[in-house]
């Protein structure tokens, strides 16, 4: 299973995305798996890194029979994005709060999403399907 | 992420953005939008060469659309792919502002919803 461990700087989410493309491209995952384990990545390592305040981030990605899963594992403060509102814009009222669309985004792109801390770390893992466009989710469930 | 600005003579500013718009590509081109977004009467904003769209530079297209709508002129999106256009959508971008399939189609909307006004307005 390809799995990497990445320091918990904004500069390394360049390098987490530049590697997980590599491992989509060696998978052969269709266009649009790519585009949201892509985006995946960025948002949980922005967030890890800018509000969980993360020292490290280890993502492994594999195939199963029914998919693909990825699992994000950070360092950083708890924080169970399964259990975050999405947020989205209504209407054309400008008065709106920049920023905190990233976790809705990961719910959305993913078919499923299981989170638990264990050991003073965030244990995040997505289900994508791997073929066409069917990820739009969400599944999103907090672990038991 | 590269970004080319023109003026077209009926008064659009039109920005084709080509790359990735993520972290690095969001830090590339967020100051020269903000100065765009404070001049620009007409912009259309040209993602047919964007490959990749996170929330950084969703947030970068809010500030912009942000600013402009405030000032009373018009901005509208166009040639989005798929992928970048359900991240629009999800984020209810596409409510604050119009996705069209191509520049011309957008130009032509803006110009023809600022015309109005105008008449409107004398």
């Known amino acids: 299973m390809p799995s990497r461990e990445f320091p918990g700087t ?43 305040h993360a020292n490290r981030a280890t993502i492994s990605i594999w195939t199963e029979p029914d998919g693909l899963r990825l699992e994000f594992v950070d ?7 399964t259990a975050a509102p999405a947020k989205r814009l209504h209407g054309r ?17 993913t078919r499923r999403m299981t989170y638990h801390r264990a050991d003073g770390a965030n244990r995040l893992v997505l289900e994508f399907d791997s073929g066409s466009d069917r990820n739009a989710g969400s599944g999103a469930i907090p672990a038991e | 992420m590269d970004m080319t600005v023109t003026e ?13 718009f993520d972290i690095a590509g969001a830090q590339a081109v967020d100051r ?7 001049k620009a009467k007409i912009l259309v904003v040209d993602l047919a060469k964007v490959s990749f769209l996170a929330s950084l530079g969703v947030r970068t297209l809010m500030i912009s659309a942000k600013t402009i709508i405030r000032r009373g002129a018009y901005i509208a999106v166009a040639g989005a792919s798929q992928d970048v256009e359900k991240v629009l959508r999800l984020t209810g971008y596409d409510e604050l502002v119009g996705l069209y399939p191509d ?10 919803r600022a015309k109005e006004f105008e008449s409107r307005k004398a």
Request: hydrophobic share 45%; proline share 2%.
């Open chain 1, 10 to 52: 904004v500069e390394a989410a360049a390098e987490a995305e530049e590697w997980i493309a590599g491992e989509s491209g060696a998978l052969g995952l269709a266009g649009d798996t790519t585009f949201a384990i892509n985006l995946c990545v960025e948002e949980l390592f922005l967030n890890a890194v800018r509000h969980g």
């Open chain 1, 75 to 81: 360092d950083g403060r708890a924080f169970d994005p």
């Open chain 1, 93 to 109: 009222e400008t008065n709106f709060e920049i920023g905190g669309f990233g976790t809705g985004l990961v719910q959305k792109f």
């Open chain 2, 8 to 20: 077209t003579p009926e008064g659009v500013t039109h920005v084709a953005l080509d790359g990735r």
């Open chain 2, 32 to 38: 020269r939008f903000a100065e765009l977004a404070e």
């Open chain 2, 103 to 112: 520049v011309d189609s957008a130009a032509r909307a803006l110009t023809s």
